[in-house]
Nanobody
Framework: QVQLVESGGGWVQAGGSLRLSCATSRPIFRLFAMGWYRQAPGKQRELVAS???????NYADSVKGRSTISRDNAKNTVYLQMNSLKPEDTAVYYCNANWGMTDYWGQGTQVTVSS
């Protein structure tokens, strides 16, 4: 079992920044592809950004240019730096770890952006 612990969510005004963190105690973290997803009320969960074990990144069009995903394998942690936040970024953000057919999820962290 892989436990993912997210932190860094909160309330911010539009135009502000937040950095989300997702940590696990498992050293096999380096073998996982990692991702951040979000789910707004009444909407489906959507991919925000992902990073492969090799460091290749992918972003949703809605956050491209405003967000950066990164990982620190020594700390078993993945980050999502979000800048120029908009009210439509308001959602619960979930960390995901993927290894083949297996997915692990964090408990989610709330991000609220006020206009």
């Amino acid at each position: 079992q892989v436990q993912l612990v997210e932190s860094g969510g909160g309330w911010v005004q539009a135009g502000g920044s937040l950095r989300l963190s997702c940590a696990t105690s498992r050293p096999i973290f380096r073998l996982f592809a990692m991702g951040w997803y979000r789910q707004a009320p009444g909407k489906q969960r959507e991919l925000v950004a992902s990073i492969t074990k090799g460091g290749n990144t992918n972003y949703a069009d809605s956050v491209k240019g405003r967000s950066t995903i990164s990982r620190d394998n020594a700390k078993n942690t993945v980050y999502l730096q979000m800048n120029s936040l908009k009210p439509e970024d308001t959602a619960v953000y979930y960390c995901n770890a993927n290894w083949g057919m297996t997915d692990y999820w964090g408990q989610g962290t709330q991000v609220t952006v006020s206009s």
